[in-house]
């Protein structure tokens, strides 16, 4: 095809020289000749390539030719614009940081984030409001109320070019860009990095220092190095690519680490680039620890809220996402739902419920709204209750807003101990009665002597609270009539119970020192600083008086003492750690002081004493039912009942009197509120215990007394002594002797370990002698006492001598041992041991029969335990000799001589002590023969 179309060429070439006919000379047509033939091997040639081009091109994949094309569109689109320096830095930059950007299609498509365990809790929470609980388990992985904030970090913000003129405050720094143009006598366009050094370098010019140099000022100096070095030449200079940062990410952010980032990034771009917050992270207290140690702290919700936040991150700094503080949900009708954190911990500084519908935005209308609380207990019950926008907040809680109902007409309220609490409807419960449903409505345990009728005075429109007793309106012996829009509070025992609690009897007997989260308890505690009122005088004097069963003795002391106690301030603290508030009076705190001004005190032979409120007169039937019942040993002859009048609490004008319960019954006993009600107990006939009886005796056992019961009578219920009963060496122990006994020890040893140290500061004092005595006196605090009582324990000689008949107590014990034949010798003799026994030998002969005393013996302190417990100490010296009468069961203790230890002050406390553990040992010893 090539040749044809070259043919094709030179037949067309030479008709047109030859229709020329330009006459020229043979010189002129041989350069014409030559020139031709020249054209035609060029066209040739092109037609040549021309072939090739067009067989090729028929063999050329389509993708390859789109492309192409494509390319070409693009330069011959370019051509129109030549991008500036500046733009093609810039180009280059955002190039570099497209890797890994979301756009924004990808951010449309993705899915929403899964709920948080604290947005499931609260959705768990708001479904039991709204009735949700039957959804499907689909439905119920989609929480109600989403974590105000963290939808910021959903999609990273895409790195995009450099658009417009940086701001003149922008901090150069090492590795910035800067696109340099000097126009005049010198024309040039320079693009340049910041040196490691700090500097710009030019052509023609010294170095430009420019690192930490904010971009105006360097604009300036530019411009005055220029003017300086090259005349007639103006500079202009911006920023191309900025400078790349590393910043560390640690916390609750998606994923922690090391980040380089361009230097234009601000806190939420680099928290962007770590995968955003977790929704267990904090957005209130986030921190940026700086190079230098100073550290900000950033409070998102404040950006979020338009505020004008330094959002500045600079190299090296550390951002620090703590865990999320305490939160908050606001449902309902408010402009924007949802979960919020609060700025600080409410122990530190607590915040009104106004102040977290500031957050949602504020409900959606201005008026007109009700809020409803769902709050956390203890047991994590919740628990609702109707509050205004100056109540304090508490961490988790719950807020529901709501319109207002619109005025209903004809509608009462029952609330508190009812089984459904709630609105009725007027027209159907025109009554107390009826709206209680005869007590149908009442949940288990209700107290009916008090009830508060909250109604409405019709001359000044203001809630009124009016005590009644339900017990006369349930018999139907008389029925209250209501009016719209009234409410009927219901009390517990629960309720009642809780105005003998600690919280309750601190908050009376110190106001001033009074700070609890509890309404009541401060409405409680203004109402006692006030004073004035006898009612809050005989609750005062109602803290002091304790339950009391049996004889009511031990058990009243004891209360006196926590009493005196909680005077004295040591029980506030314990009652602050249980002052969360009773439910009811959580809800109605107006009630607290209102029940303990109509408060009656229950004291004495009661189940449960303390205050009870009573709407009015009411019988002491109702009171003791309160109570629990009179105990066993209440004494119903004589029941003290004490009236505070209404003159003065203070001044002692009260009425007292005495009712006998064998003659009247307690329903005709009529009592008043601020009452003091005391029922009195028998004396005790029986001690509340028993006594021991081992050994010789005909019945040996545990044997009950009775109050004032002697030895001798004891003995003689036992059946009296076997014929091998040995009185002289009968054991008696008591408990109270046995402590008292003990408490001695402990105090000779704290003596004892005080002489010890003072030795050990003289410079004469024995190390050895210290160690020993160190050792006594461990043995000392060791020593567990017998608590025995010398007694005399011969039934014959009681019954001469009366006097000497002890009177028993609960926990005593005796032992009646047989008569022994042997004789004890311990000590330091050569061979101690048992010896026989024979009437009228010497301390001496027991002594010679032992072996005699060693070396170490000190002859002069010799003693003699006798079998009853008395010690009693002999001479054996040879010049002088004592006759004592040794009776069987004695033992002759020999102790050793201390002189090694003379150089201490406490030799004779030791002594002493010696003597006690040697009767000790004895006494034990008589025992352990049982």
């Not at 505020?307 to 620090?320: A, F, N, P, Q, S």
Request: charged share 25%; aromatic share 4%.
């Amino acid at each position: 095809m090539a040749s044809e179309s070259g043919k094709r060429f030179l037949e067309t070439t030479d008709h047109m020289v030859g229709a020329a006919k330009i006459p020229m000379s043979g010189r002129g047509k041989g350069m014409m000749r030559r020139l031709s033939r020249l054209m035609i091997m060029l066209f040739a040639g092109l037609f040549t390539f021309w072939g090739h081009l067009e067989a090729s091109a028929q063999n050329i994949p389509p993708e390859l030719l789109q492309k192409a094309l494509e390319e070409k569109a693009k330069q011959e689109g370019s051509q129109a614009s030549v991008p500036s320096p500046l733009d093609l830095a810039r180009e280059r930059a955002a190039s570099g940081d497209k890797k890994g950007e979301v756009g924004e299609e990808g951010a449309d498509e993705e899915m929403p984030s899964p709920a948080s365990p604290l947005e499931l809790d609260y959705g768990m929470r708001l479904s039991g409001e709204f009735g949700m609980m039957e959804k499907g388990e689909d439905e119920a992985q989609e929480p109600m109320l989403r974590q105000y904030g963290y939808e910021i970090f959903r999609r990273a913000p895409a790195a995009k070019p450099i658009i417009g003129r940086l701001p003149d405050s922008y901090k150069l720094g090492i590795g910035d860009e800067l696109v340099i143009s000097l126009v005049g006598s010198v024309n040039r366009v320079v693009s340049t990095h910041i040196d490691r050094e700090g500097n710009v370098v030019l052509p023609d010019l010294p170095p430009i220092p420019a690192a930490g140099m904010p971009l105006g000022e360097f604009r300036k100096l530019l411009r005055e190095r220029v003017a300086a070095t090259l005349l007639g030449t103006e500079a202009y200079v911006s920023v191309g690519d900025v400078r790349q940062i590393t910043v560390t990410i640690l916390g609750e952010v998606g994923s922690a680490g090391l980040y380089h980032v361009p230097s234009l990034t601000d806190l939420i771009g680099a928290l962007a680039n770590a995968g955003g917050i977790n929704r267990t992270g904090s957005l209130r207290h986030v921190r940026i620890r700086s190079g230098n140690g100073s550290v900000r702290e950033i409070d998102i919700y404040d950006l979020l809220a338009g505020k004008t936040v330094d959002l500045r991150i600079e190299d090296g700094d550390r951002i620090i996402v703590p865990v999320i503080g305490d939160t908050v949900a606001v449902a309902g009708s408010v402009m924007r739902p949802g979960i919020y954190e609060l700025a600080q911990r409410v122990k530190e500084r607590p915040i009104s419920v106004a102040d977290v519908l500031e957050l949602a935005g504020n409900p959606l209308r201005p008026r007109g709204n009700e809020i409803r609380r769902y709050r956390l207990d203890e047991k994590g019950r919740q628990m609702l209750a109707r509050v205004e926008q100056n109540a304090l907040v508490s961490a988790g809680d719950l807020y529901v807003v709501q319109p207002a109902r619109k005025m209903k007409l004809g509608k009462v309220e029952l609330v508190g101990h009812v089984r459904q609490p709630g609105e009725r409807a007027l027209s159907a419960t025109p009554t107390v009665r009826a709206l209680l449903q005869d007590g149908d409505a009442l949940k288990d345990k209700p107290y009916l002597p008090f009830a508060v009728l909250i109604t409405e005075d019709q001359q000044s429109r203001q809630r009124l609270y009016r005590p009644i007793n339900l017990t006369p309106i349930l018999t139907g012996s008389e029925d209250i009539a209501l009016k719209d829009r009234d409410t009927l509070v219901v009390f517990g025992h629960e309720d009642v119970s809780y105005l003998s609690s600690l919280a309750v009897r601190a908050t009376i007997l110190s106001p001033s020192k009074a700070n609890s989260s509890c309404q009541a308890l401060r409405l409680l505690a203004r109402r006692a600083r006030q004073g004035g009122s006898e009612r809050f005088a005989a609750v005062l004097r109602s803290v002091y008086v304790g339950s009391e069963t049996g004889s009511g003795e031990q058990e009243q002391a004891a209360e006196v003492a926590s009493d005196e106690a909680l005077g004295r301030g040591e029980v506030i603290g314990a009652a602050r750690a249980a002052s969360e508030c009773d439910n009811l009076f959580d809800q109605w705190p107006d009630l607290l002081p209102l029940a303990l001004e109509h408060a009656t005190v229950a004291s004495g032979a009661v189940r449960r004493a303390g205050p009870y409120p009573l709407a009015g007169k009411a019988s002491l039937r109702d009171l003791v039912a309160a109570a629990g019942g009179l105990t066993l040993s209440a004494d119903p002859r004589q029941v003290e009942i004490t009236l505070f009048r209404k003159a003065s609490a203070k001044t002692g004008n009260t009425l007292r009197r005495y009712v006998d319960l064998t003659h009247t019954p307690m329903v005709e006993v009529s009592v008043m509120p601020a009452s003091i009600v005391r029922f009195v107990a028998r004396p005790a006939m029986s001690e509340p215990g028993t006594v021991l009886l081992s050994g010789e005796f005909r019945h040996p056992g545990v044997y009950a007394i009775t109050k004032g019961e002697t030895l001798l009578s004891v003995i003689e219920r036992a059946g009296g002594l076997t014929a091998q009963a040995y009185p002289f060496g009968a054991v008696f122990t008591r408990e109270s002797v046995k402590e008292e006994q003990r408490a001695g020890f402990r105090r000779t040893a704290r003596e004892l370990n005080n002489a010890l140290a003072l030795a050990a500061l003289k410079r004469d004092s024995k190390g050895d002698s210290l160690l020993a005595a160190a050792e006594l006196v461990k043995a000392v605090s060791n020593t567990e006492p017998v608590g025995r009582i010398v007694i005399e324990a011969d039934p014959a000689v009681l019954r001469n001598r009366p006097d000497l008949d002890i009177v028993l107590e609960a926990g005593d014990a005796l032992f009646m041992p047989k008569r022994p034949n042997f004789i004890l010798v311990v000590g330091d003799v050569l061979n101690p041991g048992a010896l026989q026994f024979e009437p009228g030998k010497t301390v001496e002969e027991y002594i010679d029969e032992a072996g005699g005393t060693q070396q170490t013996a000190d002859k002069g302190r010799v003693f003699v335990v006798y079998p009853n417990g008395v010690a009693q100490p002999v001479r054996i010296s040879s010049w002088l000799r004592e006759s004592v009468s040794i009776p069987p069961g004695s033992t002759i203790v020999v102790p050793k001589d201390v002189d090694p230890l003379k150089t201490l002050d406490l030799i004779r406390d030791i002594t002493q002590v010696l003597s006690q553990l040697a009767v000790s040992a004895a006494s034990i010893a008589v025992i352990s023969r049982r």
